[in-house]
């Protein structure tokens, strides 16, 4: 009993020490730890708690500022606050609006998968189909991520279990693919969609599509080729592209390497911004649209904010914004050409004084053209973004302009449908003559202005048709996630009351050929262009969802409406 009661003693005794390595072995990991503490004195001991509270605190807070801002904090807010947000109801409730513009996707897709799934576009009145993009299945990818944001799920998964048996080092014998297009379109679908489900397939194709179109920068400059021959693994040689199509690459091939660990796409693509930052220009910021592949140097064309010159400028501040407005060659870049536009193609109509319009110049910017095309209608979009981003509170105010003026390129036609663009008579009574091949244009002595031009403050050229375009409902949805002013709400539900009217076949929607006629289906031109799944119908969905649904502070979207979220940290 007396050697048990010793045994006892020791045992009590090794739990506090580590005299016994054979009773240490014994000993619970509590014990072991607890032996170790009170090795330390009071005063370390104390210290080591400090510390652990410390380290505790950081990692709340860190948790805490992830969950708030899961993208960083801004600098500064740029989406109306939700309390705004849902004070703004509309007429109609934005849930039924919402629920209208969904289910016109859904026809839309539901046209497109039972005549053309995989092929490039629907023909939507003869219910057929093309490849007239090489057989990719753009409608399809350009697609993907409306489906997704929509909710359409099980169309989704199936679009995607079809993406990810493509092969995009292919397309149709002979063909050659354009490479601007193909970037925005496809690349932009692809990597928006597997940020939005992390479908890994998607980002495998993404990176197969970045790398089947890298042969356009194998120049001698490094300004990309306008087109590729993927069959063959290289660029088609060409004397001269146009700056949208050199200068609307790069946003995508950013979220690539971003994606994929991989900095060449970034750097190869930056260094035709580089290029284009350093060349002469006639004017400040503003950059005639062709350049030269051999030489990189502006050589012709008109300045525009329109056709083949429009995106170029508007990934300045994308880059920026995604940049987490760290990349300050990007701001100085835009302000540079934001000034230059003003200074020199910002217009007022000579009818009516609250129509402002952005028109073209000559390659010297000495000579204006009073053209407004609906392809500029991103301007404003542009202008609201920057005004908050740089803190710009003029810009806001010209935007609201010019998104004014795009409202009403559809309220004053008989459809109200937009025309592709509309002209403006100057103070001499002068109009514009039809562009030819270079940009070039000449300005024409006009008859008398008609009661119709006066009332509507411009008058129509010969090209009348509505292509199903999205850029207007872009700005308008921008300009209400900033202002939070519901007109804009119902400046877009009329507009896809228009077109849900005049446009809708039995199978999905139709281009139309006149906006002046309301003579209906026989308008139609059996052409959808894959931006309107894309672009229209999203914008239009986004519209009517709640401001902080893909947020303007989270996400940048691409040129064809593709959302990217914003670095979580900027990038070299």
């Given at each position: 009993?007396?050697?048990?009661?010793?045994?006892?003693?020791?045992?009590?005794?090794?739990?506090?020490?580590?005299?016994?390595?054979?009773?240490?072995?014994?000993?619970?990991?509590?014990?072991?730890?607890?032996?170790?503490?009170?090795?330390?004195?009071?005063?370390?001991?104390?210290?080591?708690?400090?510390?652990?509270?410390?380290?505790?605190?950081?990692?709340?807070?860190?948790?805490?500022?992830?969950?708030?801002?899961?993208?960083?904090?801004?600098?500064?807010?740029?989406?109306?606050?939700?309390?705004?947000?849902?004070?703004?109801?509309?007429?109609?409730?934005?849930?039924?609006?919402?629920?209208?513009?969904?289910?016109?996707?859904?026809?839309?897709?539901?046209?497109?998968?039972?005549?053309?799934?995989?092929?490039?576009?629907?023909?939507?009145?003869?219910?057929?189909?093309?490849?007239?993009?090489?057989?990719?299945?753009?409608?399809?990818?350009?697609?993907?991520?409306?489906?997704?944001?929509?909710?359409?799920?099980?169309?989704?998964?199936?679009?995607?279990?079809?993406?990810?048996?493509?092969?995009?080092?292919?397309?149709?014998?002979?063909?050659?693919?354009?490479?601007?297009?193909?970037?925005?379109?496809?690349?932009?679908?692809?990597?928006?969609?597997?940020?939005?489900?992390?479908?890994?397939?998607?980002?495998?194709?993404?990176?197969?599509?970045?790398?089947?179109?890298?042969?356009?920068?194998?120049?001698?400059?490094?300004?990309?080729?306008?087109?590729?021959?993927?069959?063959?693994?290289k660029a088609v040689p060409a004397n001269r592209v146009c700056i949208a199509e050199a200068g609307t690459v790069q946003l995508e091939y950013w979220k690539l390497s971003e994606l994929t660990g991989n900095p060449v796409y970034h750097e190869t693509a930056q260094k035709v911004v580089d290029l284009l930052d350093n060349a002469k220009k006639p004017y400040k910021g503003l950059y005639p649209i062709w350049i030269d592949t051999s030489s990189a140097e502006l050589t012709s064309g008109s300045i525009t904010f329109g056709g083949m010159g429009d995106s170029w400028y508007e990934y300045m501040i994308k880059q920026y914004i995604y940049s987490r407005r760290e990349h300050d060659q990007y701001r100085r870049m835009y302000e540079e050409s934001i000034d230059s536009m003003k200074d020199l193609m910002v217009r007022r109509s000579i009818y009516d004084?609250?129509?402002?319009?952005?028109?073209?110049?000559?390659?010297?910017?000495?000579?204006?053209?009073?053209?407004?095309?609906?392809?500029?209608?991103?301007?404003?979009?542009m202008l609201a973004l920057g005004s908050k981003v740089l803190d710009r509170p003029d810009d806001l105010e010209l935007a609201k302009q010019l998104t004014y003026t795009c409202f009403q390129m559809y309220n004053r036609t008989a459809t109200g449908l937009s025309p592709e663009y509309v002209q403006f008579r100057n103070k001499r009574n002068q109009g514009l003559s039809e562009f030819d091949e270079n940009g070039e244009f000449a300005l024409l002595s006009l008859s008398k202005a008609s009661e119709k031009e006066k009332q509507d403050g411009f008058y129509l050229g010969p090209n009348r048709s509505y292509i199903l375009r999205p850029e207007a409902l872009e700005s308008i949805m921008i300009m209400y996630r900033i202002t939070g002013d519901k007109m804009y709400k119902e400046w877009g539900w009329q507009i896809f009351q228009a077109i849900d009217k005049w446009t809708k076949t039995p199978s999905a929607n139709s281009a139309y050929h006149d906006v002046t006629s309301t003579a209906g289906s026989s308008q139609w031109t059996d052409s959808m262009e894959s931006f309107f799944l894309a672009e229209t119908l999203k914008y239009l969905y986004l519209l009517f969802s709640p401001a902080e649904y893909y947020s303007l502070d989270e996400y940048v979207f691409n040129t064809e409406a593709h959302p990217f979220k914003i670095m979580r940290h900027a990038r070299p």
């Open positions: 009993m007396e050697g048990i009661a010793v045994h006892r003693e020791s045992t009590v005794h090794a739990d506090y020490t580590d005299d016994s390595p054979l009773l240490a072995k014994r000993q619970s990991w509590r014990s072991r730890l607890r032996n170790k503490w009170y090795r330390f004195d009071r005063l370390t001991r104390t210290l080591f708690c400090l510390m652990f509270l410390m380290l505790g605190c950081t990692l709340v807070a860190r948790i805490f500022i992830e969950i708030e801002y899961p993208f960083g904090k801004p600098d500064s807010q740029v989406t109306i606050p939700p309390r705004q947000d849902s004070d703004n109801r509309t007429e109609r409730s934005d849930e039924e609006r919402r629920k209208a513009v969904r289910a016109a996707m859904k026809h839309a897709w539901q046209g497109y998968r039972q005549y053309a799934f995989g092929k490039d576009e629907l023909l939507p009145v003869t219910n057929s189909s093309n490849n007239k993009w090489g057989g990719w299945g753009v409608t399809l990818i350009d697609a993907l991520d409306t489906l997704h944001l929509m909710e359409l799920h099980e169309e989704f998964k199936e679009g995607v279990h079809h993406v990810a048996n493509l092969d995009f080092t292919k397309a149709k014998s002979g063909y050659t693919t354009p490479f601007f297009e193909m970037i925005i379109r496809s690349l932009g679908g692809l990597l928006s969609a597997y940020e939005m489900s992390l479908d890994v397939r998607l980002l495998r194709k993404a990176k197969e599509v970045g790398d089947a179109l890298m042969p356009a920068f194998d120049t001698p400059t490094g300004i990309p080729y306008p087109r590729v021959d993927v069959n063959k693994g004084p609250e129509m402002f319009y952005v028109g073209d110049l000559d390659a010297t910017a000495t000579k204006f053209s009073p053209r407004f095309q609906h392809l500029t209608c991103f301007v404003p979009g």
